[in-house]
């Protein structure tokens, strides 16, 4: 009922449909006229109602839906830290942990209460500091909290990954760090497009970066319909106003945005861009009349040695990756704006589970191995999984090529390598990989060797607080 109140508020929001609200309003009623929870729930968080009602106060300006927040849920005092594992009251259970967060940050928008942030805090410190966050953007084994960056069977929920995208978002328009748009953009592009078979028609519940992956056998239940409703919110992810004024460029996508200013001022922004192809992205501006503003480019945590122009001139300025980049002019109808994002291929060291190996980066994608892209490499399909993580990489040979397995001109890493075994001192390589994009939904392998692990091309994952 709570997911039908949010759908219903988001007909009203979007298309002005009053029967919606109504609809909403009558379902919320009937909820708050029959809340009497077991003895025991008083603390037990029922995924979705908290930020139902908070999003039909917001709606309606009723208060006893925000009401309903204050004294039927226990928002303000909520704060169980991260349990690893899951334990009772749902309290180690990544989805439902942080819908609640969702929820307590818009309360904090209402009350400027400090405690309502502390949970979401908790679970980005778990995420970036403490091991939480896997390669591929995902968290978690079997829906709960894991810090040992297991990546097989049930890793990666859906569900979880949806929601680690909105508290992401939220906290960027919250705090304006470029940090959490990397965040985004690393689940967004990995964890979350692999999740949906390269036709749409199939959604998975795990997305494990070792191993076999599963689609979910049905079209409903709580994973296909999380994907459907984050797929649909990524567009409201790309730009966003800043709170002097101006505009900021969270996502780099073919796109566009309107803008209206408070003096009259009409800007359309228009994106022209193949990223994650090239980190060429072109910002074209057409404004009503001439008007001042900053600009924002998000700069990623990975894009040392980014270059910014404006109408063909480089821009003064310090540019830092992992930082937005800001220019203050006053803009005019034709100006252009191009960003040129470094976009070599990296090498991230692996952590815990996966330490002494290394995934193969370029810009925000991460690159695997499967066997329909690599035929001659496992000819008799006979060697295992583990044998495959044993493949050694030559880091001197990797090369950016086009693939169609994933989207119509989508990447490929090609590299040299070693099968299993000491055969590299010999110095010849065994075979040539052709590594797709994560998305690939018959990638079983992410991690591999290289010869020494101490190369200086090896970093840490900038993500990795």
């Known amino acids: 009922m709570a997911y039908i109140i949010t759908g219903l508020i988001s007909d009203y929001t979007f298309f002005g449909q009053k029967r919606s609200l109504d609809a909403a309003v009558k ?13 025991g729930f008083t603390d037990f968080f029922f995924t979705g109602i908290e930020n139902a009602m908070l999003s039909l106060y917001k709606a309606t300006g009723e208060e006893r839906f925000r009401e ?60 970036t500091v403490h091991d939480g966050l896997s390669i591929v953007g995902g968290a978690g084994q079997e829906e709960c909290w894991t810090d040992d960056q297991d990546g097989e069977g049930d890793h990666a929920e859906t569900c979880a990954t949806s929601y680690m995208i909105r508290i992401y978002e939220n906290l960027l328009r919250l705090h304006g760090q470029s940090s959490y748009g990397d965040l985004m ?18 959604i998975r519940y795990y997305i494990p970066f070792e191993g076999e992956r599963k689609y979910f056998q049905g079209d409903a239940y709580c994973c296909p319909n ?13 730009y966003y106003m800043k709170p002097e004024g101006g505009i900021a460029v969270n996502l780099y996508t073919a796109s566009s945005a309107h803008v209206d200013f408070d003096d009259g ?34 700069i990623p945590g990975y894009a040392k040695n980014t270059s910014v122009k404006v109408n063909g001139q480089p821009v003064d300025g ?50 695997c191995f499967s066997r329909a892209a690599n035929p001659d490499v496992d000819a008799k399909r006979d060697m295992s999984i583990p044998a495959l993580e044993k493949i050694t990489l030559d880091p001197s040979s990797l090369s950016l090529s086009v693939d169609t397995t ?3 001109n989508g990447t490929a890493c090609t590299v040299k390598a070693w099968k299993p075994g000491f055969g590299f001192n010999s110095g010849k390589p065994d075979f040539e990989l052709r590594l797709t994009e994560f998305a690939d939904p018959e990638g079983i392998v992410t991690y591999f060797r290289i010869p020494e692990y101490s190369h200086a091309g090896v970093v840490e994952d900038e993500l990795k607080k």
């Open 27 to 39: 379902t919320a009623d009937y909820i708050i006229d029959r809340w009497d929870p077991p003895a």
């Open 68 to 127: 309903f927040g204050e004294n039927k849920r226990p928002l303000l005092t909520w704060a169980p830290g991260i349990e690893k594992g899951r334990t009772p009251r749902m309290y180690g259970h990544i989805f439902a942990y942080l819908a609640v967060n969702e929820a307590q940050l818009n309360f904090y928008r209402m009350t400027a209460d400090s405690r309502f942030t502390k949970p979401a805090s908790d679970a980005i410190d778990f995420l």
């Open 185 to 202: 953009e690393r689940s967004i592009y990995n964890a979350l497009f692999a999740a949906q078979s390269p036709d749409g028609r199939r």
């Open 226 to 238: 999380n994907f459907r409703r984050i797929v649909s919110e990524l567009p409201l992810m790309i």
């Open 265 to 298: 001022t009409k800007v359309d922004v228009e994106q022209i861009t193949d990223y994650p192809n090239s980190g060429a992205v072109t910002v074209n501006l057409k404004l009503n009349k001439s008007h001042a503003f900053p600009l924002a480019l998000r």
């Open 318 to 367: 310090t540019i830092t990756a992992g930082e937005f980049f800001v220019i203050n002019r006053t803009w005019k109808t034709g100006d252009r704006v191009e960003l040129g994002i470094p976009m070599e291929f990296r090498l991230v060291a692996g952590r815990k589970r996966q330490s002494g190996r290394v995934a193969v980066m370029r810009g925000p994608l991460v690159y």
């Open 406 to 408: 994933v989207r119509a």
